[in-house]
């Protein structure tokens, strides 16, 4: 059974199916499922999709692309939220300066203050970086985010950054990027990641594995990122299934 620790069913793209499609997943070996919250909007949504489905699990918080959200008022209502006992993480919060949305110094003070949240509630945090390696990590050590632990989801960085994640104790999310054939730099990271700390996702409905590149993504394609994930490392699918799932367990469901 697999875990899909990152996806977005909220997403409009599931509009005409999203019902038929959740019900359909433990039947198709997928276990659980986190669905993240981007802005105070879609984190209202996952909570409620978690309320709806038992293998739906919800993350609550706000992405860097919206970032100027995060005030005393909507912090508030992420805290209240966390009581709810399948809010399993904070996330997804972070740094993008691929897109650079929002002013840089607002994007670090909503990732400080989410994980100031994290650990007040005990939660571990889901991270979205992008081309902001060096920030992300020095406000990691800064703010002590450790304590909470965490993924840095869709990895996207060189193996020396690599490294320094994995010795700060965070986990690594793996989805689609694996199997495109510019998928290089992650493959050569992957090195460096040990096996425990690599969680599957989707990100869905992004970055669908290849043959599906382009197309809508869902937890269902999640065994064609096993298939290259367990080529990668030398080890059999079932392997990879039984360890990313125990991974997933450790970091999100043990209480
Ligand atoms: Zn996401």
């Known amino acids: 059974m ?16 999203r019902d038929e499609l959740l019900k359909s997943l433990p039947n ?5 499922v986190i669905n993240v919250g981007a802005d105070m909007n879609s984190t209202e949504e996952s909570v409620l999709l978690s309320e709806k489905f038992p293998y739906i699990y919800a993350a609550v918080g ?9 005030n005393d008022f909507s912090l508030a209502r992420l805290e209240e939220l966390c009581k709810n006992e399948k809010v399993v993480a904070i996330g997804e919060i972070g740094l993008d300066y ?21 650990k007040k509630v005990n939660l571990p945090i889901i991270i979205h970086s992008r081309e902001a390696a060096k920030d992300t990590i020095d406000i990691l050590f800064e703010e002590k985010a450790e304590e909470v632990g ?13 490294e320094i994640i994995n010795k700060l104790g965070f986990y690594f999310g793996i989805g689609g990027v694996l199997t495109f ?5 992650l493959r050569e990271a992957l090195e460096v990641m040990p096996l425990d700390r690599i ?3 989707t990100d869905c409905p992004y970055l669908a594995p290849v043959p599906f590149r382009g197309k809508r993504n869902c937890s269902l ?15 059999t699918t079932e392997e990879v299934e039984r360890i990313t799932k125990d991974n997933a367990e450790r970091l999100f469901f043990d209480k």
Not at 62 to 70: C, F, K, Q
Not at 150 to 162: F, N, P
Not at 226 to 233: G, Y
């Open 2 to 17: 697999i875990i899909d620790t990152h996806a977005h069913y909220n997403d409009e793209a599931f509009d005409e199916d």
């Open 98 to 118: 691929y897109w650079d949305n929002v002013d840089r110094e607002i994007q670090k003070d909503a990732f400080r203050k989410q994980i100031a949240l994290a």
């Open 62 to 70: 706000v992405h860097p692309d919206s970032a100027d959200e995060i």
């Open 221 to 235: 394609l999640l065994p064609y990122v096993v298939e290259v994930l367990a080529e990668c490392k030398g080890i």
């Open 28 to 32: 198709n070996n997928i276990d659980r």
């Open 199 to 201: 969680l599957l996702e």
């Open 181 to 185: 054939k510019n998928g290089k730099k």
């Open 150 to 162: 965490g993924v840095m989801h869709c990895y996207s960085y060189t193996k020396e950054s690599a």
